[in-house]
Each structure stands twice: as structure tokens, then as C-alpha cells.
């Protein structure tokens, strides 16, 4: 019967042994998971902030971009309102110049003025005594009508 006491104890005793090394090994388990989980946590913490460094870093580039072109949108802009600037003054000179605004006084040009003050005078003369003449038919033409209807 001791025997079978000892035995028995001996299976009791392999079972909590076997029963604690089991919890020790849970416990370690525990201790793993945990582990895993936070490490895969912090990677994707820092995986958001490279994301994050590199939206602003992409940002910064784009912005960068931005002030490149806006400078050469610039200079372009600038080119053709010279260019459309000349070719508007060239345009203006040209039509100025077909329309004689342009007039450019020479040694004959008082002696050209005086003649066609000259003749402006005659014109302005005969229009005057036309009109003066004109009324005297038009109440003689009024009176003679006048007369024949009475």
C-alpha cells in the first residue's frame, strides 16, 4: 500500500508539476502575444509617421513645384503683354500715320496751311452768298404761288 501511496503521489505530483510548467508556459504565451502585438502596433505607428513625412514631404515638394511654375507663368505672362505692348504701338503708328495724325511740318508745310486756309475762305465765301441769294427766289417762288391761288 505504500506503494500505491508513493505512486500515487508521485502521478499527483507529475500532474502539478506538469499543471504549473503549463501555466508558466501560458503565461509566457501571454507575455509573447502581448509582445507581438505591441511591436506590430509600434510599426504601425511608425508606419504612419514616414506616411506622414512623406505627405508632407510630397507637400512641401508640390509647393516647391508650384513656385517653379508660377515663376515661369510669370515670366511667360510678362513676354507677351512686351510683345502684344509693341505690336499694339506698331498697329497704332501704322493707322496714325495712314490717317495723317502724324503730320510732320516741313519747310512747305505753313505755305501748303496758308493755301488751303486760302481756299477754304472761297469756299466759305461762295456758301455765303449762296445763301443769301437762295432766300430772295425762295419768297419771290412764295409770293407768285400766292398770288395764283387768290
Known sequence: MAEEKTKEIKEMAEKASDLAKNIWLAGLGAYGKAFDEAQGTYQKVTDKVKQAQESTKMFD????????????????????????NVNLEERLSKVKES????????ADSDELLGEIS?????????LESKETKAPAKKTATRKAAASKTA
Request: cysteine-free.
Open 118 to 126: 486760302n481756299k477754304l475762305d472761297l469756299v466759305l465765301s461762295a
Open 61 to 84: 515638394d508640390l509647393v516647391e513645384k508650384g513656385k517653379q511654375l508660377e515663376g515661369e507663368t510669370q515670366e511667360k505672362l510678362q513676354e507677351v503683354k512686351e510683345k502684344a
Open 99 to 106: 490717317l495723317t495724325f502724324n503730320f510732320k511740318k516741313t
